[in-house]
């Protein structure tokens, strides 16, 4: 199985990257192509030593980071050019677990053999993955949704809670879409759906992407035992009010869901009621938990800011 490894990576985080290209190299995965999309200086040397060491890294430099959606496309673009049939996507510090490759060959053969069936791993570190241990629906979005808030989630959980007894997944599960992180696939999918919406910048672009392919009926499969670690636990945080995340990265994050979040609006009335319901309930709660009001406020306003851009159908920068 000839696979081209695609892995994004920014500022100073050669300390996790080194981690995943070792474990590719072990694995002998044809070529690794990095996409240095802002790296430091000393990152970027020591990636260019790696690369002058082995033959099977290539490298894409970026001088300044043009966010995950660019960056994804030009690796893309690298692999429809490349001998290797398929690609794997993986973020700087998505550590797949050893033996990886032999069980993407046998899903793949499982499957069909059919570049239709495309995989996405189990990041057993991150919160959502533990609880989707428990769930059948992973990455669903409900129709009418707001930023994945739909009230009807309110009713689903409680009857969840009392009336449906949990149990472990057993089996893989299709997905209505997947993160880029791991993500498997036949190249052919490239030659049906193109390439992912750059003017997302940042943010959602790896579900408006996967959601293009299960529209054109591909078939997006967690599969449990295709296991992936997060080194960086840090990335797993969501916090709007966290003073150490940058302001630009809340906008783009909040402006992209709301975007993304209008593909699935059936109904007008029901999408602003939720909308205005979460607004009422997230602001509420953290008047009285942010005690800088200054700070509170300009933050809102930037929320706002980026929902009125997501629901204006424009992706206007930041």
């Known amino acids: 199985m000839s696979i081209l490894g695609i892995i994004v990576t920014y500022g100073n985080r050669f300390i996790y990257l080194e981690q995943v290209i070792k474990r590719l190299l072990k694995e002998k995965i044809r070529t690794i192509l990095i996409i240095s999309n802002g790296a430091d ?52 510090d998505n550590l797949p677990r050893l033996g990886f490759k032999k ?10 053999n059919s570049y239709k069936n495309i995989f996405s791993p189990n ?3 991150l919160k959502y993955y533990k609880n989707l241990q428990f769930k059948n629906k992973p990455f669903f979005f409900l129709n009418n949704n707001f930023i994945k808030f739909n009230f009807l989630q309110i009713i689903f959980y ?12 057993k089996k893989d599960i299709l997905m209505q ?46 599969s449990k035992d295709y296991l992936v670690e997060d080194l960086d636990p840090t990335l797993d945080e969501n916090n709007y009010f ?5 302001e630009k990265k809340i906008f783009f994050q909040v402006r992209n869901h709301t975007y993304f979040s209008r593909n699935f609006i059936t109904n007008k009335i029901i999408y602003y009621s939720n909308m205005y319901i979460f607004l009422f309930y997230f602001i509420l709660r953290n008047f009285f938990i942010i005690t800088d009001k200054k700070f509170f406020f ?21």
């Open 41 to 92: 200086k000393i990152s970027k040397n020591r990636i260019l030593d790696l690369r002058r060491n082995n033959k099977r890294i290539k490298l894409i430099i970026l001088e300044k980071n043009y966010g995950s959606a660019l960056a994804i496309k030009k690796g893309l673009k690298y692999a429809q050019k490349s001998n290797s049939k398929f690609i794997l996507l993986l973020d700087d």
């Open 103 to 112: 069980i993407l060959e046998k899903k793949y053969q499982q499957y069909g």
């Open 123 to 125: 990041r057993y570190k």
């Open 158 to 169: 409680f009857i969840k809670k009392f009336f449906i007894q949990k149990e472990k997944l």
């Open 177 to 222: 879409v997947a993160p880029y992180g791991g993500l498997f696939f036949n190249k052919e999918v490239l030659k049906r759906l193109g390439y992912p919406k750059t003017n997302f910048f940042l943010y959602a672009d790896d579900f408006d992407f996967t959601l293009r392919m299960t529209k054109n009926n591909f078939n997006i499969y967690y």
């Open 242 to 246: 966290s003073k150490k995340i940058d």
């Open 298 to 318: 300009k933050r809102i306003y930037l929320i706002l800011k980026a929902i009125r851009s997501g629901n204006s159908k424009q992706l206007i920068s930041y």
